[in-house]
């Protein structure tokens, strides 16, 4: 019997004055690491203990990021945590080394993505539109809740950072060091207005039914940022053959989003990498290390068509013309060198490799179409939001799609 639910069931059942529930079922636990679905002759409710959580991630965010939400999107069509109660209990309730939060919400409609990336361009659309409309809205409700608030210079700033960094590593091949350090040196690629975005998306927050997206989770990273960073995080959900309709949908969407927002989702997600690589450093685990520096390897070799020594001082040469002895004058019949010698052999599948080398989370994009050029991004495409303190406009009692138990992951 699974006792960590039957005592989140006991610590929820006093949470909400007048719910009383009746019936309770064990659900994945996701991330939060336990929850339970609970049911009253009302209504249906989602309790969970935060036993795994990042504790970075705080839960009191989440419930200010819910109400700011409201305040934003009022007409949205996805959903997201509609925290109805919040308590902590003491690390021995659960056996966990610190105290764990209990949170009781309204259930989710559809189910988390999982493994499973969309290769469809109907939920890549809808993805695409559920993001513009993230990105409308005006910063300032954000900001003004205390949220963070990264100004273009700043992001700059830690991904020059990042890249000197993994340079240090010895592990990156020099070819892409270059590639990136030269396109994140572009002034042009900054001009931009920072705008509220989700800030965590993976396969665990977002949520679709077989033609689109429903609700979005894990909205407790709530911040003023590059849009760009939501975009190359969706990327990595998205089957490669389906992100030119998800850019594109993006592009109409939002038509005020600066020119160069999808260049810089596409060098964010390539930079997915190399991030792994530092973590991997960072851990002490040399397998990981071993993988991520193969993978950036075999992406050097997609890049530029060719294999790189990160560590390499002078390039060898590359054709057999360097190698030939210089001509002394001399006209031996029949030993004239060839002009015309074919090139060198065709380069491995290494997209396959990449492939099956690559971990779950992360995403090598392919060549993307460039994107058309945007009105002008002086201003931002909606007015200021309402004050963000403000309590929901829905009523307390509404639930979101619960009753169909079956649709809840």
């Not at 990136?180 to 002034?187: D, G, P, T």
């Not at 392919?366 to 309590?391: K, L």
């Amino acid at each position: 019997m699974d006792t960590k639910a039957l005592k989140l069931t006991a610590i929820a059942a006093t949470m909400l004055d007048g719910f009383v529930p009746t019936t309770w079922t064990p659900l994945p636990p996701l991330d939060a690491g336990v929850r339970v679905l609970l049911g009253d002759d009302d209504q249906q409710l989602v309790a969970a203990a935060q036993t795994q959580l990042d504790r970075t991630a705080d839960i009191g965010s989440a419930a200010e990021a819910g109400r700011i939400y409201e305040a934003m999107y009022p007409h949205a069509d996805f959903v997201w945590p509609r925290l109805r109660a919040i308590t902590e209990v003491d690390a021995d309730y659960f056996d966990t080394s610190s105290p764990t939060t209990v949170t009781l919400a309204d259930p989710l409609p559809g189910a988390p993505l999982g493994d499973v990336p969309i290769a469809d361009t109907a939920r890549a659309s809808s993805l695409a539109q559920a993001l513009a409309t993230l990105h409308s809205a005006a910063p300032e409700p954000v900001s003004d809740a205390g949220f963070p608030v990264e100004d273009p210079s700043r992001s700059q700033f830690l991904i020059l950072e990042r890249l000197d960094q993994a340079a240090s590593t010895g592990r990156v091949p020099s070819s892409l060091l270059q590639h990136w350090e030269e396109e994140f040196e572009k002034v042009a690629l900054w001009h931009f207005l920072a705008t509220p975005i989700h800030g965590s998306l993976d396969e665990t927050s977002v949520y679709t039914d077989q033609e689109r997206v429903l609700a979005l989770a894990e909205i407790g990273r709530l911040r003023v940022a590059d849009p760009a960073i939501d975009l190359a995080a969706a990327s990595a959900l998205i089957d490669p053959a389906a992100l030119p309709t998800f850019y594109e949908e993006y592009r109409n969407s939002r038509p005020r989003a600066d020119e160069h927002v999808i260049a810089r989702a596409e060098l964010l997600a390539e930079f997915a990498v190399l991030d792994w690589l530092l973590e991997a450093v960072d851990s002490g685990d040399e397998t990981a290390v071993e993988d991520a520096a193969g993978l950036l390897s075999s992406f050097n070799e997609v890049l530029f068509g060719s294999p790189a020594d990160a560590t390499a001082s002078a390039e060898e040469p590359t054709s057999e013309s360097a190698t030939e002895p210089a001509d002394d004058g001399g006209n031996t019949p029949g030993t004239a060198p060839d002009s015309s010698a074919p090139a060198a052999t065709d380069a491995p599948d290494v997209e396959a490799a990449i492939t099956e080398t690559a971990a779950p989370d992360v995403f090598i994009p392919g060549a993307q179409p460039p994107s058309a050029p945007s009105d002008d991004d002086s201003e931002f495409d909606s007015e200021p939001g309402s004050q963000v303190r403000t309590e929901p406009t829905r009523d307390a009692d509404e639930t979101d799609d619960g009753e169909e138990t079956g649709r809840i992951r």
